[in-house]
């Protein structure tokens, strides 16, 4: 079974950067998986923020971070990244690393998440 890790959360002001990492283990290949980054304020619903093909890196990003998030993977590493550049304040939420088969919705595996906190 496939698990995942998230790290390098913290407090950063606000026009700073961030990378977060996500560590994915369970003595296998993803190959066949699409990885995403979400994240949740309490009170609010979750969001997507972020998603790369394991296989060919195709990414796709919610509008909110467009030009300011980059979502990477490293495959030797079974490692997936969060660039977070101009952090805004509205960016401070528990961000969670997620897992899913490609071709299907629901993401099915989750890191416990890591906080991000963004100070004016």
């Known amino acids: 079974q496939v698990r995942l890790e998230e790290a390098g959360g913290g407090l950063v002001q606000a026009g700073g950067s961030l990378r977060l990492s996500c560590a994915a283990s369970?003595?296998?290949?993803?190959?066949?998986?699409?990885m995403g980054w979400f994240r949740r304020t309490p009170g609010l619903e979750r969001e997507f923020v972020a998603a790369?093909?394991?296989?060919?890196?195709?990414?796709s990003y919610a509008d909110s971070v467009k030009g300011r998030f980059t979502v990477s993977r490293q495959n030797a590493r079974s490692m997936v990244y969060l660039q977070m550049n101009n952090l805004k304040s509205e960016d401070t939420a528990t961000y969670y690393c997620?897992?899913?088969?490609?071709?299907?919705?629901?993401?099915?595996?989750w890191g416990p998440g890591t906080r991000v906190t963004v100070s004016s």
């Open positions: 369970g003595g296998r290949t993803f190959t066949n998986y699409v």
């Open positions: 790369i093909t394991w296989s060919e890196g195709i990414t």
């Open positions: 997620a897992a899913k088969f490609r071709g299907q919705t629901e993401y099915h595996v």
